[in-house]
């Protein structure tokens, strides 16, 4: 069964558990979405489906794209996504898919394109603690220190961490627990943070990690 589903973060809020404690949340809108395209693993290799998500005007796609679209009978959509599934007989192109998928409790995987932060240096962008602010410290506050080798090889090795660009990349946060799922407005909310500022793009899948961890438990109790 598919569990995944492309969705646009909103902000955060927080709820309330049982016990009263305060819970930080992200809420995403999330669907619903339509099946754009069903792949086999006897045609492409793989058992997937395309997914499409937010409406667009079609006179703002191209005619290979519009193709593309009327197979399903819906769209044209601004992001395409696809998702593996073990089996595709229970799916038909056009058919939406809710977020009746998840409930409360489950946990996901998030990835999203995290905030550009621009040009920064090192502090910011690896957590450097920078130089002493005494002892003769001059003009080298926020540096990183040296970047050469000594004389042998005399040269700066590859993937030294320096100055650049931070954020703006693709971001995955694993095991975010759902605290809520409002399926008649479409809202998801997962307890944490999730990549990305508001009105962007992210893609919710199952965790991989805790369904792994998940099985092994019941096989260690079925044994």
Known sequence: MLKGIIGRKVGMTQ?????????????IEAGPCAVVQIKTKEKEGYNALQLGFMEKKPQRVNRPLSGHFQKSGKGPFYILKEFRVDEVGEYKLGQEITLNVFKVGDFVDITGTSKGRGFTGVMKRHGFSGAPGSHGAHEYFRHGGAIGAAATPSKTFKGKRMPGRFGNSRVTVQNLKIVDVKPERNLLLVKGAVPGSPNSTVFISEARTKAF??????????D
Do not use: I, W, Y
């Open 15 to 27: 709820v309330f558990a049982e016990n009263g404690t305060v819970v930080p949340a992200t809420v």
């Open 213 to 222: 961890d998940q099985e092994e438990q019941r096989a260690v109790e079925k």
